[in-house]
């Protein structure tokens, strides 16, 4: 999933939180910022705040994740 604009980061980082597999970011050249991690997260909101954040995808470990995030989509659409 491509991010374009968070601009709810307490919510984002809140489903992030109620995730049970691994969440990730990864960049086009192939970075990948663990979102399970508190310290990446700094990192993460970072980059997804800035320009880079078109750059970034989303990724989840598990489906039942995935439907985590597409409800945290379809209340923030504009992240999308």
Known sequence: MKLANIKEVDNFLKTVDECSGDVW????EGDKIN???KLSQYIAISALI???A???ELFCSLP???RKFFKFFN???EVL
């Open 75 to 77: 209340e923030n659409p």
């Open 50 to 52: 800035s320009c880079e």
């Open 25 to 28: 970011l990864e960049s086009v």
């Open 35 to 37: 979102l399970k991690s």
């Open 54 to 56: 078109d750059k970034l």
């Open 64 to 66: 039942e994740d995935e």
